[in-house]
């Protein structure tokens, strides 16, 4: 039996005791949400990725698609003054794509120029880069740090546009030592929540099995994903969602959750 007014959120990392802005706006919503972190990052080819961020003459931007992607960044510009100099003073000359809000705020924190427009997925900022670059793009590539198993959607799309860029594997995603105790501690302890929202493909695959042996998966409860992509994985493994977020953030995916949890009206 589900908790009718309850909501578990499964991401790649918790809030790191600072405020929680997903939790914040559930909270202000009176829905009852708990949040898990369930994958751990390994960070690799930094080496590499500096060697390309001190040389900017050599691109025409910069794509970033996940916050991890930034942490790289700042990894590198750990005690490197050099570096952090080159950012703000000639990387910022340059555009950066980004994936989601939070991601184009960290990247101006950090010195780039973030480039302006509400991209939630892969789809829409391929649309922002081949419209940026519709009049032909300079012979430089775009530098493209990311995951080592990234989508594929924004290469092939830049790929059959003839846009150029070079691709670095900079992390990869592993479900972090505990997270088989941990989930189960959640859910066991809390009852079966109304719903579990994935916030991206790489954490539903971490999570699946241990849901599917606590029967924490429809019809016991609904499965939300924060956008296209995440839809399609869980729909991919033969799930259906109730409901996704419009864009990848709080409002939007509190918007979602309650428009689905309100009870339906009665006619007549």
Known sequence: MSDSNQVILLRAAGSDGKEDKY?????????????LGTLQFHYMNLKFLKEHLLNPINFSGI????????????????????????????????PAFCIGYATQQRASELGFNSHKGDYGN????????????QHGAENKPLLFPGAENRMKTLPHAMQSRKISYIAIDVYKSIPRNDLDKALRQLILLQD?????????????????NILKEIQ?????????????????????????????????????LVCAISTFLQPPKISG
């Open 216 to 252: 924490a998966i429809p019809p016991q409860c609904s499965f939300v994903a924060i956008g296209l992509t995440t839809a399609k994985s869980i729909n991919d493994h033969g799930y259906n969602i109730v409901c996704q977020a419009e864009k990848p953030d709080p409002k939007s």
């Open 23 to 35: 939790l914040k706006c559930f909270e202000d919503a009176k829905i009852n949400a708990h949040v």
């Open 63 to 94: 794509i970033f698609t996940s916050q991890r992607s930034l942490m790289a960044i700042e990894l590198c510009m750990h005690n490197h003054r050099n570096l952090s100099y080159r950012i703000k003073q000639e990387w910022s000359r340059l």
């Open 122 to 133: 892969s789809e829409s900022l391929a649309k922002s880069i081949i419209e940026y670059f």
């Open 192 to 208: 079966i929540p109304r719903c579990i929202i994935f916030f991206s493909p790489s954490v539903f695959l971490a999570c699946i």
